[in-house]
């Protein structure tokens, strides 16, 4: 006979899990109370968004399932963001939250919330589980489905009463649904056809994305690139599924891609999209997106596939299966003309700023990260404009090194990801890149990296502005820079406020990372940079450094919004 | 074009929010929706007539594959398949219609369920359109009220 907690910590020990974020309150007191001297590292965060993000983070850094425990209410509907963003890039976790108890359950009581109707968009599936004898089966399933097929989050909802209740249900050693059976193998003929594709075509090009790490593929993708000499260009979410030192990587391609991605994708006569989904920001205008290619796709869902884009070859299966069968079948070739035309491109066209006289260029830091971590750090961003520069200006070479919220764009990720990360690799650098936007959104993690020594380190692109978008305005809304000004100069009248002098640096992030017990440091000029950022990954703990950078410098190059990747914008002069 | 899907799913609360959710979700429609238990208590069949071309078709019949809970999606208008559907009618009828009413229900094969004194229940079942063409032809009684199921179908194949 055990209670509904010691099911749970059992099917968690079960599941394998070491790390747990979280935050208690009054529904989850028993399961709390049950974690006290449970096996699990616990670690507090100071709000349930940071809980998820950093379970997120830990996911994309180790490729294990990431766990998070939050109370019922506010609680519950605080992960809905960080659900959100794991469930549109595929990150296996799982969110326990607490309930109030099942005979109360729809009478509005305190801190109640309907959490699986909340949840249910934002999750690949969910449990409210009415009957302790369900919850050692439920367990088991959550962290079964949250890791197998395509990954996602999935969110188990347990009632007090439940968690209180006594069963003699054991844990399953296997779990099996009816309901649920992903394809993992492709189908042999489909890889068959596809290999001949290859083994055809004049100019293929491999466009890989974040498939081919969460199937643990990166060695296949390079194999076969190498192998059969095909460039690979990849998404935002697959950078670091090719080293991009390598002599075929393009780099990313899409909206902020490098030109040759981007030449490379419209010219191509074969686009094999290895673990990539179409999105939006990768295509541009559909109608012109690839016109002269044959397009393959190998996918582990099969919704993915012809979604946007019409395939010709769809593989469904799981990337690492599918290329394993798929490179004893690819010819070895040497592509020579199509090679040396990209060589080309590559040469003509590299990611470029404007390194001319004394300014403090965003671009700059990120290479100067590049430098001093040699390229072996974990990066983890925010979202906005040093999102795209830290995918342009930094090369990785290795799978999850890059984390970043690609699908759902989430401001405020990046510090609590960053933890997460480190958590789950201790002995890696891990940089949070990040904007002076983003970086007052869940800034209140910082406590939890410095009371666990965890050693991230915070570098903030401060231009003063919510820059993405400010640049949009720049470019499309005639300059009008309707609130993305953070500071007061530039504002419309209707947000200027009255006697409000421009106080630089507000908040002053270098106060408010030592106000929260880290390292804060500030560079405000081009020279400060390099010393600022050795002093911060000299230190033991987490630290801080603040870059004043020139505040219009933009993205570049950029295919606006429904256009076709040709048509690129450089610069606005 | 308009689609019947029947929908196997896990029969457990908040398996037909999922699948409504999910079809609203993503921006497609639903014209009609009729959900029971299926011959296996444990599961349920919700059939459904969505509005949509092939590639409409193909996102939905994987989307929902892809819900945990549902167990087989079929999309019924890919195959020979039978379809019908059941509608209340209550209509306006005094000693004066009632006979013509009576007339007009035998022909379409539909039943008088109950009879009142200023109005007769009617029982009708067909494929839509010979449900639509009953409403169709009784209106000009006065329909005080229509309850319809919604489309169920089943397809035609033995096995």
Request: glycine share 8%; charged share 20%; with cysteine.
């Amino acid at each position: 006979m055990r209670t509904g907690v010691q099911c749970l910590m059992d099917g968690l020990k079960k599941a394998g899990v070491q790390t747990i974020f979280g935050l208690p309150g009054g529904q989850v007191l028993d399961i709390f109370n049950g974690l006290y001297d449970a096996p699990f590292k616990f670690v507090l965060t100071r709000h349930e968004q940071g809980a998820t993000h950093m379970a997120d983070g830990y996911a994309r850094a180790t490729g294990r399932v990431g766990c998070c425990l939050v109370t019922s209410g506010p609680g519950a509907t605080n992960t809905v963001t960080g659900l959100g963003t794991a469930y549109m890039d595929s990150i296996p976790l799982v969110c326990i939250s607490g309930q109030v108890p099942t005979h109360m359950i729809g009478n509005d009581a305190f801190q109640e919330a309907d959490t699986t109707g909340i949840t249910r968009p934002v999750t690949k599936h969910n449990y409210l589980v009415r009957n302790v004898d369900d919850l050692p089966r439920i367990i088991a399933e959550a962290f079964y489905i949250a890791g197998s097929g395509k990954p996602g989050p999935v969110l188990v909802d347990i009632p007090k009463d439940v968690q209180r209740g006594t069963t003699e249900a054991a844990t399953p050693n296997e779990v099996k649904i009816r309901g649920y059976n992903p394809t993992t193998e492709g189908h042999p003929r489909q890889i068959e056809k596809l290999a001949e594709a290859i083994n055809k075509a004049k100019k293929p090009l491999f466009y890989v994305g974040g498939g081919a790490i969460s199937s643990n593929a990166a060695e296949e993708v390079a194999q076969l690139a190498r192998k059969a000499k095909i460039p690979v260009t990849t998404t935002l979410l697959g950078l670091g599924a090719f080293p991009e030192t390598d002599a075929l990587a393009l780099r990313m391609l899409g909206m902020h891609g490098s030109v040759t991605a981007n030449f490379a994708t419209h010219h191509c006569d074969l686009l094999v999209s290895i673990g990539a989904r179409f999105d939006d920001r990768v295509t541009g205008k559909i109608a012109e997106f690839a016109p002269h290619a044959k397009i393959a796709h190998i996918d582990i869902d099969p919704t993915s596939i012809s979604k946007s884009v019409p395939v010709d070859i769809p593989v469904v299966g799981d990337v690492k299966q599918v290329l394993k069968v798929l490179i004893p079948l690819v010819e070895s070739k040497e592509r020579a003309e199509w090679l040396t035309q990209i060589q080309e491109w590559k040469q003509k066209h590299p990611f470029a700023y404007d390194q001319k006289g004394s300014k403090l260029m965003p671009q700059y830091v990120i290479e100067q990260i590049y430098a001093l971590t040699k390229g072996d750090a974990i990066i983890v961003t925010e979202v906005g404009q040093h999102q795209m520069w830290s995918a342009q200006y930094y090369k990785y070479t290795k799978p999850r090194t890059f984390i970043s919220s690609g699908g759902l764009g989430t401001m405020g990720f990046g510090l609590p990801a960053a933890i997460g990360a480190q958590f789950g690799c201790p002995g890696k650098v891990v940089v949070d890149i990040s904007g002076d936007g983003s970086a007052q959104m869940n800034f209140q993690e910082l406590v939890v990296a410095v009371e666990h020594r965890i050693p991230i380190k915070v570098v903030i692109l401060n231009n003063g502005y919510l820059g993405m978008v400010r640049q949009w305005q720049e470019m499309f809304y005639k300059k009008q820079y309707s609130a993305t000004c953070l500071g007061q100069s530039g504002r419309g009248k209707n947000e200027k406020i009255k006697d409000r002098p421009d106080t630089p640096y507000l908040p002053d992030f270098v106060k408010l990372a030592e106000a929260h017990g880290a390292l804060g440091l500030r560079a405000k000029t081009k020279a400060a940079v390099v010393p600022m950022l050795e002093k911060a990954f000299a230190a033991d703990g987490p630290a801080v450094v603040e870059c004043i950078v020139e505040p219009e410098a933009n993205v570049y190059p950029m295919v606006p919004a429904g256009a076709s990747l040709l048509e690129m914008i450089h610069s606005m002069a | 074009m308009k689609h019947i899907i029947s929908i196997l799913v896990e029969n457990r609360p908040g398996v037909l929010a999922r699948v409504i959710g999910l079809i609203s979700g993503r921006g497609y429609n639903i014209d009609s929706l009729n959900v029971a238990p299926a011959q296996d208590a444990t599961t349920s069949r919700i059939t459904m007539t969505v509005p949509g071309d092939n590639r409409v078709m193909e996102q939905v019949t994987k989307q929902l594959n892809k819900l945990v809970d549902v167990i087989k999606v079929f999309d019924l208008t890919e195959q020979k398949y039978i379809d019908r559907e059941l509608a209340l009618v209550k209509v306006c009828s005094t000693v004066k219609n009632r006979s013509a009413v009576i007339e007009l229900a035998a022909l379409c094969r539909a039943e008088i369920i109950a009879v009142q004194n200023k109005a007769m229940i009617i029982q009708v079942v067909g494929a839509t359109d010979e449900v639509n063409n009953f409403l169709e032809l009784i209106k000009s009684h006065g329909i005080v009220e229509v309850s319809r199921t919604g489309v169920i179908a089943m397809s035609k194949a033995e096995g």
